[in-house]
């Protein structure tokens, strides 16, 4: 596809149950970030990686949190025994390799809304 | 932290109406960013300023970078019903990363 996509869209997890959330960037890009976006608020990073490497995930609220990009593609955001507050939108973004640093264009995916009961 | 303090939180509008809608903050920043977000979508951007005073164009929209690198400004002439949404003003931080306003609702009375 011509976008970032992600899945799935909807994720409705029971509290203490472990979930995670795919993004497919658009390919080539070799930067990819992840956000929490809670209700009514602006987006929040988590975490970043360049190609397979992940650089910074000083955004990652506790260590119940874990993000991989195995091959420098596909991402998957994991979250382990979750809380209530983990209720949000995760979104995925990703970037042009040609442009250098964080400044960069990042296109979002439409995101997962995780609803935690 | 550094936080970016959007105003105003929503507008309700009549279409045709011009719209202005501001972000600032305690801190200096060198790049200012406005996005938009449509239910069930991410963010798209659609103006980057990466110099102080800077005033770009994007269309019917015009955003400024302020001189005091600590506010930016939106504003969106002649409005359509396609431009309801939520506009977030971010900031590149001094680590680089992206944070964000908490947005402005933007609504076109029919």
Same mark, same amino acid.
């Given at each position: 596809g011509a976008g970032v996509s992600q899945s799935p869209r909807y994720k409705v997890a029971k509290r203490g149950q472990d979930v995670a959330l795919r993004c497919d960037p658009? *390919?080539?890009?070799?930067s990819l970030f992840w956000y929490q976006q809670a209700l009514g608020q602006g987006p929040e990073f988590l975490t970043y990686f360049q190609n397979e490497a #992940?650089?910074?995930?000083?955004?990652?609220? *506790?260590?119940r949190f874990f993000a991989e990009r195995p091959e420098g593609s596909v991402s998957t955001l994991k979250i382990q025994? @979750? #809380?209530?507050?983990?209720?949000a939108v995760y979104l995925c973004a990703s970037s042009d390799?040609?442009?250098?640093?964080? @400044?960069d264009t990042q296109y979002f995916g439409p995101g997962t809304r995780l609803t935690v009961l | 932290g550094q936080q970016l303090n959007q105003s105003p939180q929503s507008m309700f509008i009549q279409e045709g109406e011009d719209v202005s809608m501001n972000c600032t903050s305690s801190s200096i920043f060198n790049t200012w960013l406005w996005y938009k977000q449509e239910p069930g979508e991410g963010p798209v951007l659609l103006i980057a300023l990466y110099k102080a005073g800077e005033l770009t164009s994007n269309g019917r929209l015009t955003a400024q970078f302020g001189i005091t690198r600590k506010d930016s400004f939106l504003n969106i002439s002649a409005?359509?019903?396609?431009?309801v949404g939520i506009y977030f003003c971010a900031a590149l931080n001094r680590d680089d990363k992206i944070i964000f306003g908490k947005g402005t609702r933007l609504h076109i009375l029919p």
């Open positions: 658009i *390919s080539g890009h070799v #992940q650089l910074d995930k000083s955004g990652l609220p *506790s260590d025994r @979750t #809380q209530q507050e983990d209720s390799p040609l442009w250098r640093g964080l @400044t | 409005s359509i019903p396609s431009d």
